[in-house]
C-alpha cells in the first residue's frame, strides 16, 4: 500500500484509526480468551463489564462520521485502482463494515456483549449440570437481542438474513435452506445405505490415552502440519476455538478425553487449520479489516479440509500412526492401520456434533440452523426448544439424547453469541473444503503422495497463495470461484463421500 499513501494521506489517517480500533478490539478478544481458559470464576461479571467496554469504545470509534468522510473522500482514488489491488479492497472492505457498523447503537454493542459473557458463564455452569432451566432465560434474552440486531436492518425477506449476512457475506436464509435441501436429499440415502452395513468396530479409541501424552502427540502433528508456534500456542478450554489478537499472535484451544483418543487430537487439527489461515494472511494487512478471514464458510472450509481431507485420510495416518503407536504401545501395538483408520471414520448416527463422521456430520448443521430460524420466527419458543432439539434427532438421526448436556446445551454458539447465522458456515464450509481441495489436487497431483511422507508443505503452499495470504480482500463467493473456476457446488462434497465411504463400507 506503499505508492498511494505517499500521494493520499487520507489512506495514512483511515489507517492509522483502523489500527486502534483494532487494538480495542483486540484487547477485547485477549479477554474472552482468557475468560475460556484461565479465569477464575468469580472474575465472570467484572468479566462482562470490561468486554462489553471495550467493544462500545471500539464501535463508537468505528462510527465516528470522522470515517465516513475519509471513505468518502477516498472513492476517486478506490474508483482510479484495480479492484483487487490492496488500496481499493482496504477502502471497499472498510466501507462495507462501516455502512452496516453505523445502523448499530454503540449501546447495543456494549449491552450484548455484556450479556454473552454472563451468558457464556450461566452455560458452563448448566452444561456442567444438565440443567436447561438455569440458562433459559439467558437464551430468551439472547434471542430478544438477536431480533433486536436483525431489525437494524430493515428490508429482509426473512428475520435472519441480517444475521447470516454478517457471518456469509451473500447468504441468504433462503438461499442456505435450497442449498442444505439439495444435500440433505443426497446425504440422507448414503447415511441409510452406511447403516444397513456392520459398524466399524472403534473400541481401539476408547481406551485409556493419557492426556499429557496426548497433547504432546498433537502438538507434534500441528507443528509438522505447519502450526507456527512463534505466532501461537494452544491451552485447554470447555469448548474448543481459535482467536487472533494480530498475525503476530495466533492461539488455539482444546479439549482431552482420556477414554476417547478422537476428540482431542482432531479438534487440535481443526482449531489448527482455522490458525494457518491467520498466520497466512498478508502481513501487510495487519490491523486493518483485511487482516481476517473472509467469512465463516471459508475459515471453516480450511479447519475442516485439514480436520478431514488430511486429518482423517489413510495417506496421513500411513505417517503418523506408527509414531502414535510408540506412543501409546499398550493401547494400539496390535491394533493394524487399517483398524485404526477405519475407525476414526466410523460413521454413526451419533449426538454430538463435533465429534460427528464426515457423512453425518452436516445433518447436525441443518438440525441446529432449523431450530435457530424457528427462533427467530417465533414459531419455536426458547422453553420448548429441548424438546423440540430431542424430536429433530429422533426423526433426523433416528437417537434421542438422554440428557441436555448432550443434547442442546452441548454447543456453546448461541450461549455466547447470537441467535442466527451461528451455524450455516460449518456446513458451507464443509462444501467449500471438498472443491478448494480437489482444486489443489488438480493443480499438484503429488500432494496426496507427499502426506503419506509427513510432507504438507506443497499443499499449505498452496492455500496460502490462493486463500490465506488475501485475508478479506474477496468475498467467499469470489474466493470459490478464483480458485475453483466454478461457484460452490455440493458435488465435489458427494464425490468425495461416494467414493471414501463407498470404499471403507462396501457400498
Same mark, same amino acid.
Given at each position: 500500500m506503499q505508492t498511494l499513501e505517499k500521494t493520499e494521506p487520507k489512506?495514512?489517517?483511515?489507517?492509522?484509526? $483502523?489500527? @486502534?480500533?483494532?487494538?480495542?478490539?483486540?484487547?477485547?478478544?485477549?479477554?474472552?480468551?482468557?475468560?475460556?481458559?484461565?479465569?477464575?470464576?468469580?472474575?465472570?461479571?467484572?468479566?462482562g463489564r470490561q468486554m462489553g467496554t471495550l467493544h462500545q469504545i471500539a464501535h463508537t470509534k468505528f462510527i465516528d462520521p470522522a470515517i465516513g468522510q475519509l471513505l468518502e473522500d477516498l472513492r476517486p482514488y478506490e474508483a482510479s485502482l484495480p479492484y483487487d489491488s490492496d488500496e481499493a479492497s482496504l477502502i471497499r472492505i472498510t466501507r462495507h463494515d462501516y455502512e452496516r457498523a453505523v445502523k448499530i447503537p454503540a449501546s447495543f454493542t456494549a449491552k450484548f456483549s455484556h450479556h454473552s459473557a454472563e451468558s457464556y458463564e450461566a452455560w458452563a455452569k448448566a452444561r456442567a449440570a444438565n440443567d436447561f432451566a438455569a440458562v433459559q432465560p439467558y437464551l430468551e434474552k439472547t434471542l430478544d437481542l438477536s431480533r433486536?440486531?436483525?431489525?437494524?436492518?430493515?428490508?429482509?425477506?426473512?428475520?435472519?438474513?441480517? $444475521?447470516? @449476512?454478517?457471518a456469509d457475506y451473500g447468504m441468504k436464509a433462503e438461499s442456505v435452506r435450497s442449498l442444505f435441501a439439495e444435500l440433505r436429499s443426497h446425504l440422507v440415502p448414503i447415511v441409510e445405505a452406511i447403516a444397513s452395513q456392520p459398524v466399524a468396530d472403534a473400541s481401539c479409541l476408547h481406551q485409556n490415552f493419557s492426556e499429557a501424552q496426548q497433547i504432546a502427540f498433537s502438538l507434534k502433528v500441528i507443528e509438522q502440519l505447519g502450526y507456527d508456534f512463534q505466532r501461537g500456542r494452544q491451552d485447554k478450554t470447555l469448548h474448543p476455538f481459535m482467536t487472533k489478537f494480530s498475525t503476530g499472535d495466533v492461539r488455539i484451544t482444546t479439549r482431552v478425553r482420556e477414554n476417547d483418543l478422537n476428540e482431542g487430537l482432531l479438534s487440535t487439527i481443526h482449531e489448527m487449520g482455522h490458525a494457518l489461515y491467520e498466520q497466512g494472511i498478508n502481513r501487510g494487512f495487519e490491523a486493518t479489516p483485511l487482516a481476517g478471514g473472509t467469512s465463516s464458510g471459508v475459515h471453516e472450509s480450511q479447519s475442516r479440509l485439514w480436520e478431514n481431507f488430511v486429518g482423517r485420510s489413510r495417506n496421513f495416518w500411513q505417517f503418523f500412526y506408527p509414531q502414535l503407536q510408540a506412543v501409546f504401545p499398550n493401547q494400539l501395538s496390535d491394533v493394524s492401520l487399517e483398524t485404526f483408520y477405519r475407525a476414526i471414520n466410523k460413521v454413526e448416527r451419533s449426538l454430538i456434533r463435533t465429534d460427528a463422521d464426515e457423512v453425518t456430520y452436516n445433518l447436525h448443521v441443518m438440525i441446529r440452523f432449523d431450530l435457530e430460524l424457528q427462533m427467530l420466527e417465533g414459531s419455536l419458543a426458547v422453553g420448548d426448544l429441548p424438546q423440540a432439539w430431542n424430536e429433530r434427532y429422533r426423526s433426523d438421526l433416528g437417537i434421542v439424547p438422554p440428557n441436555d448436556t448432550n443434547g442442546v446445551l452441548q454447543d456453546v454458539h448461541w450461549y455466547g453469541g447470537m441467535i442466527g447465522g451461528m451455524f450455516q458456515g460449518y456446513t458451507l464450509g464443509n462444501l467449500m473444503s471438498a472443491q478448494f481441495f480437489e482444486a489443489a489436487l488438480k493443480a499438484n497431483s503429488e500432494i496426496s503422495s507427499q502426506i503419506a511422507t509427513g510432507n504438507f508443505t506443497t499443499l499449505h503452499d498452496w492455500l496460502k497463495q490462493n486463500i490465506y495470504?488475501?485475508?478479506?480482500?474477496?468475498?467467499?463467493?469470489?474466493?470459490?470461484?478464483?480458485?475453483?473456476?466454478?461457484?460452490?457446488?455440493i458435488d465435489p462434497f458427494i464425490r468425495y463421500v461416494e467414493r471414501k465411504y463407498g470404499e471403507l463400507y462396501s457400498l
Amino acid at each position: 500500500m506503499q505508492t498511494l499513501e505517499k500521494t493520499e494521506p487520507k489512506l495514512v489517517e483511515l489507517k492509522a484509526r $483502523l489500527t @486502534e480500533i483494532n487494538d480495542v478490539e483486540s484487547a477485547a478478544s485477549l479477554l474472552y480468551w482468557d475468560q475460556a481458559t484461565y479465569m477464575p470464576p468469580g472474575g465472570a461479571a467484572a468479566r462482562g463489564r470490561q468486554m462489553g467496554t471495550l467493544h462500545q469504545i471500539a464501535h463508537t470509534k468505528f462510527i465516528d462520521p470522522a470515517i465516513g468522510q475519509l471513505l468518502e473522500d477516498l472513492r476517486p482514488y478506490e474508483a482510479s485502482l484495480p479492484y483487487d489491488s490492496d488500496e481499493a479492497s482496504l477502502i471497499r472492505i472498510t466501507r462495507h463494515d462501516y455502512e452496516r457498523a453505523v445502523k448499530i447503537p454503540a449501546s447495543f454493542t456494549a449491552k450484548f456483549s455484556h450479556h454473552s459473557a454472563e451468558s457464556y458463564e450461566a452455560w458452563a455452569k448448566a452444561r456442567a449440570a444438565n440443567d436447561f432451566a438455569a440458562v433459559q432465560p439467558y437464551l430468551e434474552k439472547t434471542l430478544d437481542l438477536s431480533r433486536e440486531m436483525a431489525n437494524f436492518f430493515p428490508g429482509y425477506e426473512h428475520i435472519a438474513d441480517p $444475521l447470516i @449476512e454478517e457471518a456469509d457475506y451473500g447468504m441468504k436464509a433462503e438461499s442456505v435452506r435450497s442449498l442444505f435441501a439439495e444435500l440433505r436429499s443426497h446425504l440422507v440415502p448414503i447415511v441409510e445405505a452406511i447403516a444397513s452395513q456392520p459398524v466399524a468396530d472403534a473400541s481401539c479409541l476408547h481406551q485409556n490415552f493419557s492426556e499429557a501424552q496426548q497433547i504432546a502427540f498433537s502438538l507434534k502433528v500441528i507443528e509438522q502440519l505447519g502450526y507456527d508456534f512463534q505466532r501461537g500456542r494452544q491451552d485447554k478450554t470447555l469448548h474448543p476455538f481459535m482467536t487472533k489478537f494480530s498475525t503476530g499472535d495466533v492461539r488455539i484451544t482444546t479439549r482431552v478425553r482420556e477414554n476417547d483418543l478422537n476428540e482431542g487430537l482432531l479438534s487440535t487439527i481443526h482449531e489448527m487449520g482455522h490458525a494457518l489461515y491467520e498466520q497466512g494472511i498478508n502481513r501487510g494487512f495487519e490491523a486493518t479489516p483485511l487482516a481476517g478471514g473472509t467469512s465463516s464458510g471459508v475459515h471453516e472450509s480450511q479447519s475442516r479440509l485439514w480436520e478431514n481431507f488430511v486429518g482423517r485420510s489413510r495417506n496421513f495416518w500411513q505417517f503418523f500412526y506408527p509414531q502414535l503407536q510408540a506412543v501409546f504401545p499398550n493401547q494400539l501395538s496390535d491394533v493394524s492401520l487399517e483398524t485404526f483408520y477405519r475407525a476414526i471414520n466410523k460413521v454413526e448416527r451419533s449426538l454430538i456434533r463435533t465429534d460427528a463422521d464426515e457423512v453425518t456430520y452436516n445433518l447436525h448443521v441443518m438440525i441446529r440452523f432449523d431450530l435457530e430460524l424457528q427462533m427467530l420466527e417465533g414459531s419455536l419458543a426458547v422453553g420448548d426448544l429441548p424438546q423440540a432439539w430431542n424430536e429433530r434427532y429422533r426423526s433426523d438421526l433416528g437417537i434421542v439424547p438422554p440428557n441436555d448436556t448432550n443434547g442442546v446445551l452441548q454447543d456453546v454458539h448461541w450461549y455466547g453469541g447470537m441467535i442466527g447465522g451461528m451455524f450455516q458456515g460449518y456446513t458451507l464450509g464443509n462444501l467449500m473444503s471438498a472443491q478448494f481441495f480437489e482444486a489443489a489436487l488438480k493443480a499438484n497431483s503429488e500432494i496426496s503422495s507427499q502426506i503419506a511422507t509427513g510432507n504438507f508443505t506443497t499443499l499449505h503452499d498452496w492455500l496460502k497463495q490462493n486463500i490465506y495470504q488475501h485475508g478479506r480482500k474477496y468475498t467467499a463467493a469470489e474466493i470459490v470461484e478464483r480458485v475453483t473456476g466454478s461457484p460452490l457446488r455440493i458435488d465435489p462434497f458427494i464425490r468425495y463421500v461416494e467414493r471414501k465411504y463407498g470404499e471403507l463400507y462396501s457400498l
